[in-house]
């Protein structure tokens, strides 16, 4: 197997003759490729990446083999990419209960009750434990447990993961509103319009099996919150259990929270909180996620959400009069705390921050369309691979595809003073984090990459007024086109 990939390797670099290749290509040609270059120098043998070999000094003289088994994507742009098999638990419905992707148990036969847990408690003894302290597992007086065969099936060859449409069956409420909201919300989570935007399709199956923890498990199933086999709601209620996936670049809502008086009073004093407790009592000093975003039970967490910003990567005045419902809204939700003038001025505070953290990304942009326009960019969109529908372009700019990588320096510096900074800054203040807004995550660090973007626009005008003095015409290298890891980008492929 892997032979036959190093093979498929070979003949694709050779297939692509671009400027500035290096490796499989020469070896065809009979000299040494890179890896086995690397071999010679540290004394080891040059190998596939999946055979066991340990090698050394970062795996220099290892080839990379694909992964054996993929998973057709799906959506519009499915036939494009694939997925490793753990898409199957995390997209039940479409995989693991679809007989085309089910998996084959060992152990056939019809069962119910009784006759899973005997012989899960052998097999599994953690999960039969945390379902026997669930109120499935001890259901109220009078009431019936939901046994392991409610939601997996009794036939044991083709057992079932179930989906929000197996709970829902009878939690039909909470379905609901998990279910509902447009875009930005749960429901629409892993859509595959948002996904395959967001540089799903043009990365490697390896790369985007990652997206799917967050982006699945919150769109396509229920214990995201109330995680299995427990199902608590006293889990659900504390911030942790959003804080695995709204956390980090992009979604720094846990960090801000918990530098907050709410996140500090909370990590202080929560061990003496009665989570059995609806959020909605008086039992809480402090409100957690779910108390602001989810109250009175509402699984729909956009409901008190103004606009839709693409995470705040949009620029919208959340205090603009044609919101004054649910900035009222808000306010109520503070007041049960916090004065109402009190509330109002914080929120107004968000609003003025976001306005202005929106002046350094328009005055970064000027500076970088500037230079698109007058061809300085290095490299420039046509130098670089194609993007994953197999054009050039400038990943800003709306016919651009956004993306993290296959892009020149300063297109990355400026998406992330929008999509990394501008984002928190609006995430911090709306969350009352004290600390970052101004040093941590932010203002600072946006005016660092105004700086930087300024510093690497100054370096681009002069590299080229020299050049242009010395009658020198650059054209770009082909690493920025073509490389290992390049050369799988799916803009090659479309080609
Ligand atoms: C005779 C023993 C036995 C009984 C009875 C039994 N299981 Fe299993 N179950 C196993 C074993 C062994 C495995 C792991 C091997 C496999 O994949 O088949 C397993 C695997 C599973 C898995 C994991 C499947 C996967 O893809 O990893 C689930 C879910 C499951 N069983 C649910 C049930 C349910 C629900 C029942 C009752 C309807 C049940 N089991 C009854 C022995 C049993
Ligand atoms: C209320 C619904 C529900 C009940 C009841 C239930 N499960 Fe599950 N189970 C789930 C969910 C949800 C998953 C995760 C599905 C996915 O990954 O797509 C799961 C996954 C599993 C898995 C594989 C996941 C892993 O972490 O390895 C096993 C094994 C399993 N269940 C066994 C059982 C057994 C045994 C029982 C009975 C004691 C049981 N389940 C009862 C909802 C349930
Ligand atoms: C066959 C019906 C049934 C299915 C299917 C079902 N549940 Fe339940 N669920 C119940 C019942 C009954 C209770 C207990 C309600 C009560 O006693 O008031 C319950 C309680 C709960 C609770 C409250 C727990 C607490 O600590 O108070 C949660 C959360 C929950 N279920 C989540 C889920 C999830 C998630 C799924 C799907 C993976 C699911 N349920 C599937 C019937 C079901
Ligand atoms: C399994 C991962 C996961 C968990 C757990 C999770 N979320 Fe989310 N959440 C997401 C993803 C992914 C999105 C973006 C969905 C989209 O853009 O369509 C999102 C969107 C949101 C939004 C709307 C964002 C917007 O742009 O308008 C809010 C509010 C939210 N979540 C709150 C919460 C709260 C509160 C909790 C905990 C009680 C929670 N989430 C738990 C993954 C998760
Ligand atoms: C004191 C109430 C409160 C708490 C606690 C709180 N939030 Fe928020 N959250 C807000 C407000 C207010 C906004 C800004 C709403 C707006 O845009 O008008 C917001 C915005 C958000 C957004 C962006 C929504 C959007 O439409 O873009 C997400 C996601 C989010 N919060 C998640 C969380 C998570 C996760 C936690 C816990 C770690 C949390 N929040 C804790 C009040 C709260
Ligand atoms: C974003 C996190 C999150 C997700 C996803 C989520 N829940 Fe919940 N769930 C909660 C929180 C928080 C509570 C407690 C609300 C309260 O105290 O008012 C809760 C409460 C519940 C309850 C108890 C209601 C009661 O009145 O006691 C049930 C049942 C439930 N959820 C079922 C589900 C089902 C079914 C799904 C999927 C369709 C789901 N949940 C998805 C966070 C979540
Ligand atoms: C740690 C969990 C996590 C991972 C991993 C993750 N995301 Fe997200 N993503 C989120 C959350 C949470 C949001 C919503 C944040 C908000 O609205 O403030 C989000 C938002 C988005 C958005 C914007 C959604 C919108 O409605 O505007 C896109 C697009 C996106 N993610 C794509 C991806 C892709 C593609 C990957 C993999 C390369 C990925 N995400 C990996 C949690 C995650
Ligand atoms: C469940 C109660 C509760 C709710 C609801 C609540 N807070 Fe707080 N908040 C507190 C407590 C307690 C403190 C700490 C007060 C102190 O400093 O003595 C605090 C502190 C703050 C602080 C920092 C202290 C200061 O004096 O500047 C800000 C800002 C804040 N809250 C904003 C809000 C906003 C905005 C909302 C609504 C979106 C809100 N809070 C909702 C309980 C709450």
């Known amino acids: 197997m892997p032979r036959v990939f190093l093979l498929a390797g070979c003949l694709l670099v050779f297939l692509w003759s671009g400027a500035g290749q290096v490796g499989a290509q020469q070896h065809l040609q009979g000299k040494r490729s890179f890896q086995e270059e690397m071999a010679a120098l540290r004394g080891e043998k040059a190998g596939p990446d999946d055979s066991g070999d340990v ?16 998973f057709p994507g799906k959506g519009r742009y499915g036939q494009l990419f694939q997925f490793l098999p ?31 847990i005997v012989c899960h408690t052998v097999e599994n003894p953690q999960v039969v434990a945390q379902w026997r302290r669930s109120r499935h597992g001890r259901p109220g007086e009078g009431k019936e447990a939901v046994g392991c065969e409610k939601c997996h099936g009794t036939d044991h060859e083709r057992l079932l993961m179930p989906s929000y449409n197996t709970c829902g069956e009878c939690h039909p409420q909470q379905l609901i509103g998990h279910r509902d909201g447009d875009r930005g919300s749960h429901a629409h989570a892993y859509h595959l319009d948002l996904v395959e935007d967001g540089c799903y399709v043009e990365k490697p199956a390896e790369e985007v099996s990652a997206c799917l923890t967050c982006h699945a498990i ?99 005045d959340r205090g603009a009069p044609r919101y ?41 942009m000027a500076i970088v369309v500037d230079l698109l326009n007058e061809g300085l960019l290095d490299p420039m969109p046509q130098d670089l691979a194609p ?38 800054i609006y995430k911090a203040k709306a969350h009352g984090a004290v600390y970052s807004p101004i040093y941590g995550y932010w203002e600072w660090a946006q005016d660092r990459w105004l700086i930087k973007i300024k510093a690497e626009a100054s370096r681009l005008r002069r590299f080229s007024d020299i050049e242009k003095r010395l009658g020198i015409t650059h054209e770009a290298y082909g690493f920025w086109s073509h490389g290992e890891y390049t050369d799988m980008l799916l803009g090659w492929r479309r080609k």
């Open 218 to 316: 919150a769109e396509n199933r229920c214990d995201g919150c109330h995680t299995r086999h427990e199902f608590s709601v006293k889990e659900a209620r504390r911030p942790t259990s959003c804080g695995v996936c709204h956390s980090g670049p992009e979604q720094y809502e846990y960090e801000m929270y918990m530098q907050s008086y709410h996140g500090m009073i909370y990590q202080g004093e929560a061990h003496e909180w009665d989570f059995s407790q609806p959020l909605a009592n008086k039992n809480y000093k402090a409100p957690t996620c779910a108390y602001c975003h989810m109250q009175q039970g509402e699984h729909n967490v956009r409901r008190a959400s103004p606009a839709y910003t693409f995470m705040g990567t949009s620029l919208v």
């Open 324 to 364: 004054k419902e649910i900035r009222e809204w808000w306010v109520k939700t503070c007041q049960g705390c916090h004065s109402s003038r009190f509330a109002r001025d914080q929120l107004e505070a968000m609003d003025e921050a976001v306005k202005l953290s929106f002046t350094k990304y328009r005055e970064a």
């Open 86 to 116: 753990m898409v199957r638990w995390y997209d039940p419905d479409h995989y693991y209960n679809n007989p085309a992707f089910r998996p084959v148990s060992n152990v056939p036969g019809q069962y119910t009750g009784h006759e899973c």
């Open 387 to 424: 993007d994953w529908r197999g054009h050039h372009t400038f990943s800003l700019l709306p016919d651009g595809h956004a993306r993290k990588y296959n892009v020149s320096e300063i297109e990355r510096l400026t998406y992330e003073l929008l999509v990394d900074i501008t984002d928190a």
């Open 55 to 70: 090698y050394h000094g970062g795996g220099l003289s290892a080839y990379y083999t694909a992964p054996d088994k993929l």
